[in-house]
């Protein structure tokens, strides 16, 4: 089936630590987005790629990195400069196109950090 | 001022309630108005998405979007105690990026 496959699904950091974590896609989809969020706050977006090797910074991007070297993946960083990264993290992805289209998203992965 | 402003709830209803929800936003730019439904610890998934003004049924679902007063809502009709979940508006417009409601607590009492 296709979809969006997030690992791993919870995750404990301690503080200084950076973290990885996992975003596959096989709907063949051009551009994929990280999202945080946070209760009472909505999504907010960190990066986003429109296509291979290229990215751009959403609203929330420091503290964060991504790499997009294969169409099909887009890892998210999270750093030991992220203030706050205790949150439920969401990967998306959609067709590149006119229209909004629809925006896929994973099952996302929570990162606690103790 | 947030480009979408949702009001988060809670929101009790009995089952078998007509359910309205209802996001509104700033940017007359918005051309794309969605609305997702997200489980809890899930991914949302997208419920109704309609292109300018106008209603969009699907059945027991209702979007409307008015653009002269920036507002949009969903509506459910019957509502099942499998209709509680949080409920996000997205909206976009070419080129940009989604802009995402707070997003609306739902529980369905049986």
């Not at chain 1, 999504?43 to 751009?56: A, E």
């Not at chain 2, 809890?40 to 653009?67: C, H, I, W």
Request: proline share 4%.
């Amino acid at each position: 089936d296709g979809g969006i496959t997030q690992s791993p699904k919870y995750l404990f950091r301690k503080e200084g630590q950076n973290v990885t974590l996992s975003c596959e896609q096989n709907l063949n989809h051009d551009a994929m987005y990280w999202y945080r969020q946070d209760p009472g706050q909505g999504l907010r977006l960190i990066y986003y790629s429109q296509i291979v090797n290229d990215f751009q910074k959403g609203d929330i991007a420091e503290g964060y990195s991504v790499s997009r070297e294969k169409k099909e993946s887009f890892p998210l960083t999270v750093t030991s400069a992220q203030k706050n990264p205790t949150a439920f993290y969401l990967c998306a992805s959609r067709q590149q196109g006119g229209s909004a289209g629809e925006l896929f998203f994973g099952e996302g992965s929570r990162l606690t950090v103790l | 001022q947030k480009e979408v402003e949702q009001d988060p709830g809670p929101l009790s209803v009995p089952e078998g309630a007509i359910v309205s929800l209802n996001c509104t936003y700033s940017n007359s730019a918005f051309q794309y108005f969605m609305w997702y439904r997200q489980y809890s610890r899930k991914g949302p998934e997208l419920l109704m998405y309609t292109y300018s003004s106008g209603n969009k049924e699907d059945g027991r679902f209702t979007a409307q979007v008015d653009k002269s007063s920036k507002y949009i809502s969903l509506f459910i009709r019957d509502s099942q105690p499998s209709d509680s979940a949080t409920y996000l508006c997205a909206l976009y417009w070419t080129g940009n990026q989604f802009y995402f409601g707070t997003g609306t607590s739902l529980t369905v009492i049986p």
